[in-house]
């Protein structure tokens, strides 16, 4: 049996056997085409759930956001994010590649951008200048440790994009997360946006895939360049399947995720070794500062326990909790990290 307890990323959830059921069971069809029950489907029910009028299935995370941003721009043009965002940190520069785009980050408080800082990073339009043409923003933030956008700051933001003529894009990874920690529905966090991404193979437990949201002639468009980037599966139902259930039958239990991650941080701020504020811990993510032992260190110490967490910086570590991940598991690893840390 694995004992390894494995809080590197949600990402790296089995899934179940029920889901493993309805995928083996999903009816399906050539879906470049559009032609795959299963797809089409999922894709409707995630367009209801975040209400818009469409939803595109694509193969990642990476793929849903660069799409988006795609749609949104042409060669040249400039995207406002918050410096630790995924979308300019994690996707290998995919926007400079498949977009021509260039990024102006803002450093952030937690991940969270103000109405004011967005509105001074603008530019007024001269022709020498790259055109602003895209906001993004990331909720939960994942780098910032899994924080929850909070709404007002989204709807000020919003004005100032609305004023400007300007797209809004949201990375919505973990969307899903942010509405059971506060109890609104993704489709109040996601109606501000022209564009949202969301991840059914983070908390949700799926094995593959994600889902791009949008006004209908935008994702007709997304469509288009999702085929020209080898991104037109064919009966892809199998994998859409396991999506539809995993919206069915794991968003409630995202709050038990949530309660762990919030049990893991109480623990570790309780052994002082750590830099960490435990009731800053929303969601799934807790992400704690090494002080000055570098954080490769704890990790292979950690790892001769069959624990994994990762590093994110050179003094900062990130563990997820995730379908996969038990009370006794947290429990085992705060018992084990008193032993070796304090
Ligand atoms: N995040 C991964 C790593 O890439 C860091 C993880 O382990 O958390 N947006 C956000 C906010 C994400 O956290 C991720 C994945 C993505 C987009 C990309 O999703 P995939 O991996 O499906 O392309």
Request: charged share 20%; proline share 4%.
């Amino acid at each position: 049996m694995n004992t390894t307890i494995d809080l590197r990323s949600d990402t790296l959830t089995q899934p179940t056997q029920a889901m493993r059921a309805a995928m083996m069971n999903a009816p399906v069809g050539d879906d470049v085409f559009g032609e795959d029950p299963t797809v089409n489907q999922l894709q409707d029910t995630v367009a209801t759930l975040l209400g818009k009028e469409a939803a595109l299935f694509v193969s990642s995370g990476v793929m849903g956001n660069q799409l988006a941003i795609k749609l949104h721009s042409q060669p040249g043009d400039e995207v406002i994010c918050d410096a630790d965002c995924h979308i300019f940190n994690y996707e290998s520069g995919a926007g400079a590649v498949l977009s021509g785009l260039q990024f102006q980050t803002i450093s952030s408080n937690r991940g969270i951008l103000s109405a004011s800082q967005i509105e001074a990073a603008i530019r007024p339009g001269a022709y020498w200048e790259p055109q602003t043409r895209v906001v993004a923003l990331e909720n939960t933030h994942n780098k910032a440790g899994g924080v929850v956008y909070p709404l007002e700051k989204i709807h000020a933001i919003a004005n100032v994009v609305q004023n400007h003529h300007l797209a809004f894009h949201l990375d919505g990874a973990r969307l899903w997360n942010a509405s059971i920690a506060t109890g609104l529905p993704e489709a109040t966090y996601a109606a501000p946006f022209d564009t949202v991404c969301v991840c059914l193979s983070k908390g949700l437990g799926a094995p593959v895939g994600s889902v791009l949201v949008g006004r209908k002639e935008l994702i007709e468009k997304a469509r288009r360049y999702r085929k020209m980037w080898g991104g037109g599966m064919r009966q892809v139902g199998f994998l859409a399947a396991a999506g539809l259930y995993a919206l069915e039958h794991h968003r409630e239990r995202l709050a038990e995720d949530h309660r762990l991650a919030k049990k893991l941080a109480e623990g570790l701020g309780e052994l002082g070794t750590f830099d960490i504020e435990p009731e800053k811990t929303e969601t799934n993510i807790v992400m704690f500062g090494t002080r000055n032992q570098p954080a490769k260190e704890i990790l292979a110490s950690l790892l001769k326990e069959g624990i994994k967490m990762v590093a994110f910086g050179s003094f900062t570590i990130r563990a997820t909790t995730h379908i996969d991940i038990s009370e006794g598991q947290i429990d085992k690893t705060l018992t084990i990290m008193k032993r070796l840390f304090t």
